[in-house]
Structures are given as structure tokens and as C-alpha cells.
């Protein structure tokens, strides 16, 4: 049972630039959130998608947007690359409406340094 | 708004020893879960222990066990018998009791080490 995929694992970008990551979700899982890890912080929400819309929205400027397919992968676009993107970009999946504690699982993240 | 905080930075045990971690969060809200998460150098967040705000009993996973104080807004996270394996960076967090809510609110965390 494969668990949260992320890619590409590192990426080097200029300032300005846009850049694409991607996320497979745990088999079964239908919901993607990502969140933004500076180094030596803790991860701060961007958003959550479920049912290929944006449910819930962190304090992240529009250059942040996403998406989600049909098999429930999802994407994370930042346009117009600044210094401060630079982090650890993480994806987490989770079934929508569990009824319980609704444990999420992360992959191991996109590392993005913007020079 | 929610926040969660972690006064302690860093932290390092002797192996087979105790540990405790502290973290303190703030809400308004009386149904929550309260997380405590685990992220050793590969990356990848890892659940470590779990606890329903609703629930008094504290909650036990193996080694590690938490102290939750409701009242005090405090969650505490001990591990016993610290292993070399547990050095990583370990993150208290919060999420809303409302089904569906996903967001989960982090503290700045605390870099745990254990010494041979």
C-alpha cells in the first residue's frame, strides 16, 4: 500500500519563476492538503482540496493555487517566486469525512530553494 | 485563531531515560483533537499519539504517553525508555473538532536528541 508520493523531491528555482509539485494521495485517501515548512519552523497550512475544489484556505497570498484530478492527485502551483518560498513543501492525505480523528499521513516533501 | 506553542527549542535525554515535552495552545473552541507528530531528519511527518479534547483519560501509545490538561490548555508529551530511534524534531498540533476540517495548526516545535 503505497503511502503519500511527492516529486520532484528537490528543485532550484530564480526569483520570479513558477513552479509546479505534485502529490499522490495514500490509496483510498479522496482529500490533499499542503502546507509550507520553513526551515527550523513548523508547517504552516495552504489549503485543502477535496472533491477537485479548494476547501479551506490558509493565510497564503493568490501567487499559491492548486488543484485536484479526478483520482484525487493534486498539484501546487507558486507563481512569481520570491526569496521566502523557499521551504519544505509538504503533502498530506486524508479521508474527507471520517468521523473520527482523521489522521492524516504526509509524504516526505518537496524541498524548494529559490535563488 | 488558534495557536499552539512549544517553549522548548531544543531538548536531549540520556537513552533509556524520560522525557517531557510541553506544549500550550490556545482556543476558543471546546471540541478539538490535539496531535502529537514526529519528523526525523528523512522528512516525512509521523504520527505519534493522539488525544479527542472530549476524552479525560490521557492517551497511551507503547512509550510514549501524553498529560493533557484541559483547563490549563497544556499537552505534554512523555516518552519513556527513549530510544536512539526517537531523536527527530517532534511538533505538537491542533485541528478543529468540525467533521471535515483538515487544517492543522503546528507549534515551532522541539528538536529532540538522545545521548548514548
Known amino acids: 500500500d503505497a503511502g503519500v508520493t511527492q516529486s520532484p523531491t528537490h528543485l532550484i528555482k530564480t526569483r520570479g519563476q513558477q513552479v509546479t509539485l505534485r502529490c499522490s494521495p495514500k490509496s483510498g485517501h479522496d482529500t490533499v492538503s499542503w502546507y509550507q515548512q520553513a526551515l527550523g519552523q513548523g508547517p504552516q497550512f495552504i489549503f485543502q482540496y477535496y472533491e477537485e475544489e479548494e476547501r479551506q484556505r490558509g493565510n497564503f497570498p493568490d501567487r499559491f493555487s492548486g488543484h485536484q484530478f479526478p483520482n484525487y492527485s493534486s498539484e501546487l502551483n507558486v507563481n512569481a517566486l520570491l526569496l521566502g518560498d523557499s521551504a519544505l513543501y509538504l503533502c498530506?492525505?486524508?479521508?474527507?469525512?471520517?468521523?473520527?480523528?482523521?489522521?492524516?499521513?504526509f509524504g516526505e516533501g518537496s524541498r524548494l530553494t529559490v535563488l | 485563531a488558534q495557536t499552539v506553542t512549544q517553549s522548548q527549542p531544543e531538548m536531549s535525554v540520556q537513552e533509556a531515560e524520560t522525557v517531557t515535552l510541553s506544549c500550550t495552545y490556545d482556543?476558543?473552541?471546546?471540541?478539538?483533537?490535539l496531535f502529537w507528530y514526529k519528523q526525523p531528519p528523512s522528512r516525512q511527518m509521523i504520527l505519534v499519539i493522539r488525544?479527542?479534547?472530549?476524552?479525560?483519560q490521557n492517551a497511551t501509545e507503547n512509550r510514549f504517553s501524553v498529560n493533557f490538561q484541559k483547563a490549563a490548555k497544556s499537552f505534554s508529551l512523555k516518552i519513556s525508555d527513549s530510544q536512539l530511534g526517537d531523536a527527530a524534531m517532534y511538533f505538537c498540533?491542533?485541528?478543529?473538532?468540525?467533521?471535515?476540517?483538515?487544517?492543522?495548526?503546528f507549534g515551532q516545535g522541539t528538536r529532540l536528541t538522545i545521548n548514548p
Open positions: 498540533a491542533y485541528r478543529r473538532g468540525i467533521q471535515g476540517a483538515q487544517k492543522l495548526v
Open positions: 482556543t476558543s473552541e471546546s471540541d478539538y483533537y
Open positions: 498530506a492525505s486524508s479521508f474527507a469525512w471520517t468521523g473520527n480523528t482523521g489522521e492524516l499521513f
Open positions: 488525544q479527542e479534547a472530549y476524552k479525560q
